[in-house]
């Protein structure tokens, strides 16, 4: 699966009370609903977001869910999103990837 990621993901890394990851490949993208057409909303380089929620999918060795409530997932472009959910799935016994739903972080400056 980590190969799937290297090639096809985008450069993220996580944070966390003053620590960060090393700089890894996952899979971030618009959450799209089924079945709702969407008529509003802006492009972005990552395609199409109407509610500023992402749906993420990363390696096994980065565990999402033992990150606290603050931890935020920074993208190539500097761009940073909160975790609101995020799950392990398991091959086996073992940590298979990541998934969660994370929201933009909309700073004020």
Same mark, same amino acid.
């Given at each position: 699966?980590?190969?799937?990621?290297?090639?096809?993901?985008?450069?993220?890394?996580?944070? !966390?009370?003053?620590?960060?990851?090393?700089?890894?490949?996952?899979?971030?993208? #618009?959450?799209?609903?089924?079945?709702?057409?969407?008529?509003?909303?802006?492009?972005?380089?990552?395609?199409? !977001?109407?509610?500023?929620?992402?749906?993420?999918?990363? #390696? %096994?060795? %980065?565990?999402?869910?033992?990150?606290?409530?603050?931890?935020?997932?920074?993208?190539? !472009?500097?761009?940073?999103?909160?975790?609101?959910?995020?799950?392990?799935?398991?091959?086996?016994?073992? #940590?298979?990837?990541?998934?969660?739903?994370?929201?933009?972080?909309?700073?004020?400056?």
């Amino acid at each position: 699966m980590n190969g799937v990621f290297q090639k096809y993901g985008r450069s993220v890394f996580l944070s !966390d009370e003053g620590w960060n990851s090393p700089v890894f490949r996952a899979f971030l993208q #618009p959450l799209r609903y089924k079945n709702k057409m969407y008529l509003e909303g802006a492009y972005t380089e990552i395609g199409r !977001d109407t509610s500023g929620l992402y749906l993420y999918i990363g #390696p %096994h060795d %980065h565990d999402l869910t033992k990150l606290s409530r603050k931890a935020r997932i920074t993208d190539a !472009d500097g761009k940073a999103y909160l975790i609101q959910r995020a799950e392990k799935i398991l091959k086996g016994d073992k #940590p298979y990837y990541f998934w969660a739903v994370v929201k933009e972080v909309c700073e004020v400056k």
